[in-house]
Every structure is written in C-alpha cells, then in structure tokens.
C-alpha cells in the first residue's frame, strides 16, 4: 500500500520550485496554440486544466524521434569511430495520465528484455513521472479494456487525484520518495475525499481477445478494416508503447552519423527485402501485424500488453480508424 | 557510468576481395583492434550488420566458417545503397561489423547424419560456413551432398571451391543451371533445383537436409523432401527477414512470436509451421 498524502494547489506550486531547485526540469501538459501537448513549465498555474489527454506521447521524453548512436570521420583507409552518450537531463513528467505512465513498462520490456539500451536506460534513469488519475474521458478511451483504469498506478512514482483543494497524491516508488523528501513538509497527512474518477466502460476482454487472435489469423476481418488505413503510420507515432525503429546514415564524404528514428509497421517500406520481395505486401497485413504484435506477441514475450488503452491512435488517425471498436468486432461471435 | 552502445560496431579491414559473379563480390574481413579480434567468436550459422561507412548498415550472413580463424568473409550482391557503398571499396579500407547475431546451425547434434545442401544462386553464403565447418571436421558427418544451382554459370558464387568440392571423392556435389543459362562447354545440369532434386532422390534415412534460395526455390522444393520422406525435424532453412538493429528491438523482422534476428534465422521447417507466413 503506497504512502497516502494531501497536497494543496499552493503546496503542488511550491513543489515545482523544489523540483527546479533541484535542477530538473518539469515537462507538463500546456495549451497552446489549441493544442494541449508537453512543454517546460515552471509553475503549476502553466499546466493545462481540464484536458482529458495530450495528443502526443509522452515516449519522446525517454525515446526522441530522432537520435544519434554514433557518429564517425573518414579518410582514405581509415575511419574514426565516435561513441554517442544520451543527453538525458533530469525530468519530471507531471500530469500524464495512468494509461501513458503504464506505457514505459512496454518501452522498457523490448529495449532490455535482452541485451540493455543505453539511450533508453540513461534517460530513463533521468526522469520521475507524477501522474494525475483521469476525472474526464473520452470516446477513444479504452484503458479498463486491457487492465488499466483512470486512477492506475502503474508507471507513476507519485499518482496524484483530484481532491478538494488539491490533490490526494499516493507516493509509490523510490523516486516518488526522494521527490517528497525535496519537500516533505508540503505532503500533509490524507484528509479530504478524492474527486470521483472517469468512468471507463471495458468494451472487451483483452485476455479473451489474446487467446482468440491465433485462430482469427486468416480472418477477412484485418483487410476489411484496413480497407481505409492510409499507412500513414500516425498511430504508431503518438503511441506510448509502440518502439519500432529504424537506423539511418547522414553522411558527406568525409564524416557521418548514425540514427535512430522512430518507424512504424504500418508502413509498406518496413519489411520491404531489397529484392523486392515483401513479406506484408498488403496493407492488410501491416495492420493486422499491429494488432497481433499489440494483443498476441507481447503477452507471449513480455508478459504484458503492448496497448495501454489510452485511445491516441484512434484520435489521430486522419481515416477514423478506432482501434476500440476493431477490437470489439474481432470479439464479436463468429458468423456461420 | 554508462552501459555499453550495443549499436556501435567494430571496424574491419579488407583483407582480400574476390569478385565471384556479376555484382557479387567476396571481401575477407580482419578486426582492427587486436583485443576485438581475440574476444570474437561465432558459430555457423550467425550473421552480422556490415557498415559501409557514409551509406549505412546491411545484413548479411558469416559466409566463412568458424574453424577458420583469424578473419570473417561475406558475399553480397550490390542491390542498393549499402552494397554499392561496399562495392566501392578496395583492399586495405574500413567497414564496420556488428555481430554475431542470432541462432545457430546445431551441427553437434548431426554427428554421423549424412548431410544434403540445397540451395540456389546467392543463397550459397549462409551455406558454405556450414558446409566448409562440417568438411574441416569431415570424420564427424556420414555422406555430404551438395546441389547447388544458378540462373546461369556466370552466376555460380565461389567457382573455386565449386571445383574443389567437385574434385573431393568425399563430397557428392550437383551442379545445375537454369535452362538456357548453360554454356557450351558445360558438364553440368541443366534445370531448375527442384526437379533436380526430384531427380536425384536423396534417401531421408539418417539425412539432414539444409535449404537456402529464393523464397519460390524454398517454396517448392520443400514438399519434394516431404515426399521423398524428410520429417520437418529434420529440414532446416534460414529466414532472410529485412534487420536493422540485429539485437531484438527495431521489430522490424518481427514475424508471430519470433524475432528472426534473435530465433532465427535457422529455423527447421517444424518451426516455420508454427509462425505465419510473413517472410
């Protein structure tokens, strides 16, 4: 059971200087240009009210769109390597909600479940999250269909919830400790009554689902829903959990760097062979690949989902595609 | 502080380039760091990223064979960006190495089996590390036989070992080209590989078949070893799947449950059934 506490608006703002002080920065939903998205903020009256969440991810503090591995020099005969180091500065994330702090989780497992990524790990490292639990939703949000919930705790090292006057704030790990120890006087003992949470509706079974998706493998249903996808690889972008990369060279003659981006599997490109051959040639097959690496591959490798419900995609995705609602179908009784 | 970048790779110098057909080329590669050099090992089977610096990293194969110390050899095809990068190298200039990744070819447990290579046109490379492993260790295996064929015999890969092979009493090797692709003097068969090794019928009994080609070659000629008797335990291929990080985290070769650069790319045909068809 984690440590319960109290915080005031002013005891919050307060805590923000004591973070600052400490020479982090703090990343928090804002407004701006009527888009509510992360940016700096130094006091808490910056951050964003009334936001049910940011459109993109939260993954770019950890995994950046783009980023050096190595880079490198070259004369004739010879080339001289350059190790890249990660410039991960100390961060507080503040306000993201459960289901994108249950997403590093998945980041985490396909980064280190085998050999360790050091540009993961060190800003990893870097960065403590204070979630706040969801008192608002939306129609793409799914979190309770795949076992999050608006008031998780998962992925955050302090989860604060709406209260009157502030916010009950539940300090959950190390991190979240050493937070509270900036200022342990603005965590005051746990007295008001938490706002009521959003409530999120399961549409689906995930567990069900995952063990039904071996046998929908062949099913027209992945086409027919593909039909309108654009490939456009949207919904890979904004993901929290999605983490498929790709590895590019920008070179002259004499010196060069190596990056990471961020790719995605929706793309016809992925798995193009250079001889031309493609193993997902149809669009089909590329969404289908999303689903079955979401709802089948992860449980089976990782023991976790690789979907935290958080509905992104289906709020970014140009041709309406809802991933929700697709799921479900996949759930609905077979027709004979 | 910090752990190592799993993404760096090592630098190799060109030792020796051997052009082997058109646009197919050979480079013998030395680690430049002697510590490197003697921490490396790998088995048969395993492949690497070779960098062009300037163009990027490719996937291909440990085409030599682990017994042969001291240097690593891949056999690539210049068909884009990075295998023209490589193909303008010359002896004595710098690429980059990343590996070994991936599975293996288990050929400890194939002691006294008699072993049949099937493969076709640049599909021999991830082959002969494993065919050159089991002849340096020859006492170990029962018969080896070896059918190997190409569009044309200008495409043919590694010309001199094919004579070698050709001329050992202890290796039956089947040379075939594709119709039309023979040339006057050719000794040779004439047909694609699959009616080849129809034709030739290879017995499963005590046999371990290895197949590597172009996906129609692998498509057909595996229900022709089902036939003649082979159990799918007993077929083993490699995948191909396009790589970019080689260490199981880009997903891209990502096809079911495997990652071709961490489970594979040896798969017996046993195995293949179990994932779908997304190679």
């Known amino acids: 059971m984690a440590d ?5 608006s002013a005891s919050l703002d307060a ?107 060190a800003r990893m490292e870097q960065l403590a999250i204070i979630g706040v639990a969801c008192t608002r939703k939306d129609d793409a949000c799914f979190c309770t269909s795949v076992g999050g919930g608006p008031g998780s705790t998962r992925g955050s090292d302090i989860l604060l919830t709406p209260a009157a006057g502030g916010f009950l704030a539940q300090v959950l790990t190390d991190k979240g400790r050493a937070i509270q120890a900036l200022a342990p006087e603005l965590f005051a003992p746990a007295a008001g009554l938490a706002a009521p949470l959003a409530e999120v509706p399961a549409a689906f079974d995930h567990a069900a689902l995952t063990a039904r998706l071996p046998e929908l493998f062949d099913s027209p249903i992945w086409d027919d829903q593909a ?110 | 502080m910090s752990e190592q970048n799993i993404y760096l790779p090592h630098l190799m110098r060109i030792a020796a380039i051997t052009d082997e057909a058109p646009g197919v080329r050979t480079f013998r590669l030395e680690f430049v760091d002697e510590a490197a050099a003697q921490a490396f090992a790998f088995r048969t089977g395993q492949f690497g990223l070779y960098s062009a610096f300037g163009e990027g990293e490719s996937t291909f194969c440990i085409a030599s064979s682990p017994t042969r110390k001291g240097y690593i050899e891949c056999t690539f095809r210049e068909v884009g960006r990075v295998t023209a990068g490589l193909a303008d190298k010359e002896v004595g200039d ?84 594709d119709p039309g692709g023979e040339t006057p003097d050719w000794t040779g068969k004439v047909g694609f590989v699959p009616p080849v090794v129809e034709q030739l019928a290879p017995s499963p009994d005590n046999t371990i078949a290895l197949v590597c080609g172009p996906p129609i070659m692998i498509k057909l000629t595996m229900p022709i070893l089902r036939k003649l008797g082979f159990a799918p335990e007993s077929i083993y291929t490699t995948l191909e799947n396009r790589m970019k990080c080689g260490v199981g985290k880009c997903g891209r070769c990502s096809t079911g449950r495997s990652y071709v650069c961490k489970d594979g790319p040896v798969y017996t045909l046993a195995e293949l059934g179990q994932l779908p068809a997304e190679y």
Request: a neutral charge; proline letters at 6%; charged letters at 20%.
């Open chain 1, 4 to 8: 319960q506490f109290q915080l005031s």
């Open chain 1, 227 to 336: 039909l309108r996808c654009l490939g456009c690889g949207a919904c890979a972008f904004v993901c929290p959990a999605c983490v498929c990369f790709d590895i590019q060279e920008e070179a002259d003659k004499k010196a060069g760097r190596r990056l990471r981006a961020w790719d995605s599997c929706g793309f016809a490109m992925f798995t193009l062979h250079a001889s031309g051959h493609n193993p997902r040639p149809a669009q089909g097959a590329r969404w289908r690949q999303r689903v079955y690496h979401k709802f089948a591959t992860y449980p089976d490798r990782y023991g976790m989902l690789g979907c935290v419900g958080c509905g992104k995609c289906t709020r970014a995705c140009p041709v309406d595609m809802n991933l929700q609602e697709h799921l479900t179908q996949a759930m609905a009784p077979v027709e004979s």
């Open chain 2, 94 to 177: 710098i690429v980059g190495f990343r590996g070994p990744y991936g599975n293996i070819f288990p050929i400890e447990d194939w002691r006294g089996r008699n072993l049949l290579f099937i493969t076709g046109g640049i599909a021999l490379p991830p082959l002969r590390s494993v065919i050159w492993n089991c002849l340096d260790l020859r006492d170990q295996f029962g018969d080896i036989t070896i059918v190997y064929g190409a569009r044309t015999v200008n495409d043919l890969v590694y010309k001199a070992e094919l004579k070698e092979w050709q001329e050992r009493p202890d290796v039956n090797l089947v040379l075939t080209v």
């Open chain 1, 15 to 121: 805590l923000f200087t004591a973070l600052q002080g400490d020479g982090r920065r703090i990343l928090a939903p804002t407004d701006r240009d009527g888009r509510t998205e992360l940016n700096p903020v130094q006091t808490l009256g910056q951050v964003a009210r009334d936001y049910v969440q940011t459109a993109l991810s939260a993954k770019e503090t950890v995994f950046p769109k783009v980023e050096q591995l190595l880079s490198y020099s070259m004369a004739p005969g010879q080339v001289e390597l350059v190790d890249a180091e990660p410039r991960a500065l100390p961060t507080v994330l503040f306000g993201i909600r459960p289901c994108e702090a249950g997403g590093f989780a998945a980041l985490d497992a396909v980064f280190n479940w085998d050999t360790r990524d050091r540009f993961f790990n």
